[in-house]
């Protein structure tokens, strides 16, 4: 099993920045890929970002790509979510999570999840 707490939420103005970070603990050396995904009000939830625990090679959304920066610090077991050049739509509860085995973008397919955390852009 593993356990995901996240943190680092809030509201921010659009063209602004946050940083999410996960705590992962547990069994966190099975798991293959952390990702960081986000649900908007009457939407289904999606994959955002996604990182490799091993090799720490990452994959996004095309929707973030070139704004949001997904890292990890393994000697902390965290993996943090940088964001930057907010929008209005990236509003939402977003969710960190992992997965034992397959590809991180494999979005459906993740096994633990942490509790959320609310994001909110104003514009």
């Known amino acids: 099993q593993v356990q995901l707490v996240e943190s680092g939420g809030g509201s921010v103005q659009a063209g602004g920045s946050l940083r999410l970070s996960c705590a992962a603990s547990?069994?966190?050396?099975?798991?293959?890929?952390m990702g960081w995904f986000r649900q908007a009000p009457g939407k289904a939830r999606e994959g955002v970002a996604g990182?490799?625990?091993?090799?720490?090679?990452?994959v996004y959304a095309d929707s973030v790509k070139g704004r949001f920066t997904i890292s990890r610090d393994k000697a902390k077991n965290t993996v943090a979510l940088q964001m930057n050049s907010l929008k209005p739509e990236d509003t939402g509860v977003y969710y960190c999570?992992?997965?034992?085995?397959?590809?991180?973008?494999?979005?459906?397919?993740?096994?633990?999840w942490g509790q959320g955390t609310q994001v909110t852009v104003s514009s």
């Open positions: 999570a992992a997965r034992r085995v397959g590809k991180c973008s494999g979005w459906s397919l993740y096994d633990y």
């Open positions: 990182i490799y625990t091993l090799g720490g090679t990452t």
């Open positions: 547990g069994d966190t050396y099975s798991s293959n890929c």
